[in-house]
């Protein structure tokens, strides 16, 4: 229990790469062990809070404002990158931190948050488009963008970004420009003028309203492909929910999270996280699309596949669709 009354909890976690790494995790004065679950927020440092001291992780942000006395509602997990990494090195084990406290303790999976300053604004941007389902909500601060070219993976991603007039991150601009072409929900961009790098995470998370707006945000459920595929071309409205099955390529089996996006008269169809037997070229890759009838005369129909590239394909009046001779990478 520190001096405000929060629970704190010091832990290392143990990963493959690096061995080990330490995190904080400070509950709410509210947190009960059973009852209502509490909210999470994940809080990523930047880059000079690297290394093996505790102490570090309460610079900046979050931790820093629940060691001044800020009475959050939610717990704040703070993980610490070692020294000589990146947050790209460890988004594996960060998300499997992520897990074992959400296991061990009552969070609600619903409501988890996330955000990062600097180093760890691009880890934000790159965590969350590595599990895109994982999040109710992301806010990266004072940072580059993240994977550009994945920037359909957030399609269902509430964003908040902020960014200082004089920080100078020309692809965050650019990171939140596609976000907001490819988005169908609440993305906010908030640039500060005339500040610089720390002064934008400082006044962002002096923003009584980012904490409300987090709130205001649950966890979109994600398509169930293992479910989906024992009722193909089922009918459904669009609600966001479309049946899916996936059913083998023609050189062995493949599995692949689908992200499905209507904007602007087109349906945009991007396979994520694609499992295939092997880098192959001109393979055929078999599946099934309920789509409701409402949504026949939308011709455009447009695939990406990892590389971000389009691929224009029309539905048949079933619903069944074949992509043919696409390079896989």
């Known amino acids: 229990m520190n001096k405000d009354g929060h629970n704190e909890i010091k832990g290392k976690f143990k990963a493959n790469l690096p061995a080990e790494f330490n995190y904080l995790l400070t509950m709410p004065k509210e947190y009960e062990e059973s009852g209502e679950p509490s909210p999470l927020i994940v809080y990523m440092h930047g880059g000079g809070e690297r290394g093996e001291n505790y102490q570090l992780l309460k610079r900046h942000g979050p931790p820093m404002m629940v060691k001044n006395g800020e009475d959050f509602p939610f717990a704040v997990l703070s993980p610490q990158c070692p020294s000589g990494h990146r ?83 020309e692809l965050h601009q650019e990171m939140i420009d596609k976000v907001k072409r490819t988005s169908r929900t609440d993305v906010r961009y908030t640039k500060y003028p005339e500040t610089g790098h720390e002064g934008t995470w400082v006044k962002a998370y002096k923003t009584p309203e980012l904490y409300e707006w987090f709130l205001s945000h649950k966890r979109k459920p994600r398509l169930d492909i293992e479910a989906i595929a024992n009722e193909s071309n089922e009918k459904c409205d669009f609600t966001g929910k479309w049946e899916v099955q996936i059913l083998r390529s023609e050189k062995g089996d493949s599995k692949s999270e689908i992200n499905i996006v209507e904007k602007n008269n087109k349906i945009f169809v991007h396979f994520m996280e694609m499992e295939m037997p092997a880098k192959q070229e001109n393979c055929k890759l078999s599946f099934n699309l309920a789509i409701s009838p409402e949504l026949y005369d939308k011709t455009d129909v447009f695939f990406t596949i990892h590389n971000g590239k389009l691929y224009g394909i029309m539905p048949t009046p079933e619903g069944n669709m074949d992509v043919v001779g696409l390079k896989i990478e």
């Open 87 to 169: 947050w790209t090195h460890l988004l594996i084990q960060v998300k499997e931190l992520i897990d074992m406290v959400v296991a061990n303790y009552n969070f609600d999976k619903d409501r988890i948050y996330l955000t990062g300053v600097s180093l760890g604004g691009y880890g934000t941007w790159n965590l969350a488009m590595t599990y895109p389902g994982a999040f109710a909500a992301i806010a990266p601060i004072a940072c580059n963008g993240g994977m550009i070219d994945e920037a359909l993976r957030l399609a269902d991603m509430p964003v908040w970004s902020f960014q200082g007039e004089r920080d100078g991150f």
